[in-house]
């Protein structure tokens, strides 16, 4: 079974720095997209930034050119960073995978735009907190 493990989340002051990791164990589809997403109390869950298999990455406009979506294959881990926090950063922030055992439009498709689209595997999410 597919495990995904959020850490990284923490407090920090507006401006400042933190990074994400996801470990994800038991994950061996071929063609897969993965994913940061975040949610605020009360509002929906959005799209942050995705990868998918042959290294192709979305981000969301909110956070284009502070934040970096990254992979490690040999780690299996996941990671965001990201910089120049703002307070409209604060959030649950999750990682998310699905894959396919073979070359899948449906996986293309998923990573081709931030947002929207079905998720089989979930963390359990990460609390990060941005005091202006």
């Known amino acids: 079974q597919v495990q995904l493990v959020e850490s990284g989340g923490g407090s920090v002051q507006a401006g400042g720095s933190l990074r994400l990791s996801c470990a994800h164990s038991?994950?061996?589809?071929?063609?897969?997209?993965m994913g940061w997403f975040r949610q605020a109390p009360g509002k929906e869950r959005e799209g942050v930034a995705r990868i998918d298999s042959d290294g192709n990455i979305k981000y969301a406009d909110s956070v284009k050119g502070r934040f970096t979506i990254s992979q490690d294959k040999a780690k299996n881990t996941l990671s965001l960073q990201m910089n120049s926090l703002k307070a409209e950063d604060t959030a649950m922030y999750y990682c998310?995978?699905?894959?396919?055992?073979?070359?899948?439009?449906?996986?293309?498709?998923?990573?081709?735009?931030?947002?929207?689209?079905?998720?089989?595997?979930w963390g359990q999410g990460t609390q990060v907190t941005v005091s202006s």
């Open positions: 038991g994950y061996t589809y071929p063609h897969y997209c």
């Open positions: 998310a995978a699905e894959g396919r055992g073979y070359y899948s439009m449906q996986v293309l498709r998923l990573c081709a735009r931030p947002e929207g689209g079905d998720f089989g595997s």
